[in-house]
């Protein structure tokens, strides 16, 4: 009967993204963000797990020990939280759009386990703040013995597509080498923000000939590690470029996770010949993801490495064709 009184009625119990207790978790989040990210110079567990459950399973106590909402009410509250601490974030430029929308499914998810959490624990004893407290505290302390702990070598990742040239693999050679200018990009994914390669430029000749593969935010140095003329072309990646150029009210925002924590290593081209004289060509990239929990992020970097493999095996084919 309490329970329908209450959420018959009006909801003054339901905090505002100005509440003393947003405002904490704003602070909560941001100092994760700076201990994780810019002290130890860690994406762990500790923030892209721990904190959104932290702040999910907090959220739902602090509204449902007052206030015994149903399970929809707390999952508001604890959305309109990461919401607003979100874009607390980019107001501090410590992060852009881009990079917080990759992470929301992630967050999100996290949030609704903790707020469900939460919620369990305030309806039975909603008097009981030590545990929210003991939560909290373990955040920076589980920060910390992320940073210590010795963790395994991340997996170099291979991305490998391919695509039929109507032209010969000779044809097809001088085009991956090096290819013109692309056309400015259609896709969205690169229209906001991704990326994408412009044009690729050689200097030098065999093994040791440095090739330049010029993209939006930059230059990939690529010294020739094999050549063989009309059947593969391999290099390793020396220096790269940002992948992506973040949303954000405030110019030239970096985040330390655009620089090496996301690397492309290698990549090589092979050229087979087809029976009617066609070529298939076909791309592999190798890349190296430095953020937690892997097999997310991985997520992201096939699919973005597989749109940049199909933009310039495209215009190879285009080209080689003409």
Not at 82 to 90: K, P, R, S
Not at 126 to 143: D, E, V
Request: proline share 7%; glycine share 6%; charged share 20%.
């Amino acid at each position: 009967m309490v329970h329908k009184k209450a959420s018959e009625g009006k909801h003054p119990l339901t905090p505002s993204p100005t509440t003393p207790n947003s405002r904490y978790r704003g602070k909560l989040t941001l100092g994760m963000l700076t201990l994780s990210v810019f002290a130890l110079e860690l994406y762990g567990a500790s923030l892209f797990i721990g904190t959104p459950f932290v702040i999910g399973a907090v959220t739902a106590f602090l509204f449902n020990r007052r206030y015994p909402a149903s399970i929809r009410e707390t999952l508001q509250v604890v959305a309109m939280t990461i919401f607003c601490i979100a874009g607390i974030t980019m107001m501090v430029s410590a992060e852009g759009a881009l990079c917080l929308a990759m992470a929301a499914p992630l967050a999100a998810a996290l949030a609704a386990m903790g707020a469900i959490l939460g919620r369990t624990v305030a309806l039975h004893d909603n008097k009981l703040t030590t545990g929210a407290m003991l939560a909290i505290m373990t955040l920076p302390m589980s920060a910390v013995l992320d940073a210590n702990r010795s963790l395994p070598a991340t997996n170099i990742r291979e991305v490998r597509s391919s695509i039929d040239i109507a032209a010969s693999a000779e044809d097809v050679w001088k085009q991956v080498v090096a290819f013109p200018a692309l056309p400015e990009p259609t896709d969205l994914v690169f229209r906001i923000g991704i990326a994408y390669p412009r044009y690729a430029e050689i200097r030098g000749t065999g093994v040791g000939a440095v090739r330049y593969c010029v993209f939006s935010t930059g230059a990939f140095v690529e010294p020739i590690t094999r050549w063989e003329p009309n059947r593969r072309l391999s290099f390793d990646v020396t220096s790269s470029p940002p992948p992506l150029t973040e949303w954000s009210p405030f110019a030239n925002v970096t985040p330390p996770h655009l620089d090496g924590y996301f690397s492309s290593k290698r990549s090589e081209f092979r050229l087979v010949t087809l029976p009617d004289g066609h070529t298939r060509l076909e791309g592999s990239t190798w890349y190296e993801m430095k953020l937690y929990p892997e097999g997310y992020w991985s997520l992201f970097g096939d699919r973005l490495i597989s749109k940049i493999h199909g933009r310039v095996l495209q215009h190879i084919k285009q080209t080689a064709e003409e």
